[in-house]
């Protein structure tokens, strides 16, 4: 399996390539910069799978997945955002995110279920894995996520989430219908901003209250979920503007 790395430290980059090469038998490049990553990607003919930072001077991830996406279809992709493991809420199983310090032999693990899963021709995430990510990136935009013929919206602004849109569910009620998708694909959208607020909760604590009516537990009192019909979407993934 051909992977690339891009990171914009070279020594933390060459690191998880020597890593890799050490341990898999699959073939790594590395790449500082996205510039040098399509550079890279046009001298090969195949790249099964993306690890790249989420965002770092000359780095972003969100954007060089699409581009790279387009040239491999079928790639799967991880992210190194620069937040700390210690900020974590949520510990995910077999996530595709891996924070500061990069826990190499998670990695390791992550690479060896992306092979497994590399026939499908599916880049899938857990849906909160792409929730917690972007809310601790302190990202604002849109998420569009799809979990087959479901799909969901959740607007992000300075990191915290402000609404969610699930068929006609909305805030909290829209959280509690996706928190179990754990095969979704994503798209981002940086421009797009929610017209309405549905959570005034911080992110976790809406996340959390989810969760927690999804296992049954007693949690604060949740908006009731709105009537109006839910926003068309365009399933084109990892179609962001940034």
């Known amino acids: 399996m051909q992977l690339l790395i891009v990171h914009h430290d070279a020594e933390v980059g060459e690191e998880l390539v ?4 050490g341990y898999t038998e699959h073939q790594a490049g590395f790449a500082n910069s996205d510039a040098r990553a399509l550079d890279w990607a046009r001298g090969v003919t195949r790249c099964s799978l993306l690890i790249t930072q989420l965002q770092a001077e000359g780095v972003n991830g969100f954007a060089l997945a699409a581009n790279l996406c387009e040239m491999f279809p079928g790639m799967q992709t991880m992210f190194l955002p620069d937040y700390s493991v210690s900020d974590q809420r949520l510990e995910i199983a077999e996530s595709k995110v891996f924070p500061e310090p990069i826990d190499g032999e998670h990695v390791l693990d992550a690479i060896a279920i992306a092979e497994e899963h590399r026939q499908t021709g599916q880049d899938l995430f857990h849906a909160l894995d ?12 849109a998420l569009q996520l799809v979990n087959g013929s ?34 979704v694909e994503f798209a981002y959208d940086y421009s797009q901003r929610a017209t309405v607020q549905s959570i005034n909760l911080p992110w976790d ?13 007693p949690v604060g009192s949740t908006s009731p979920a709105e009537t109006a019909p839910p926003a ?10 940034k």
């Open 18 to 21: 020597r890593m890799i090469r």
């Open 205 to 217: 604590e809406a996340v959390v209250a989810a969760v927690g009516r999804r296992k049954g537990q």
């Open 232 to 241: 068309k979407t365009k399933r084109t993934f990892f179609g962001l503007r």
């Open 130 to 141: 792409i929730l917690q990510m972007c809310c601790l990136a302190e990202r604002s935009g």
């Open 150 to 183: 479901k799909t969901a919206l959740v607007y992000l602004l300075n990191g915290q989430i402000v609404h969610a849109e699930r068929g006609t569910a909305r805030g909290v009620d829209a959280l509690y219908e996706l928190v179990p998708w754990e095969a």
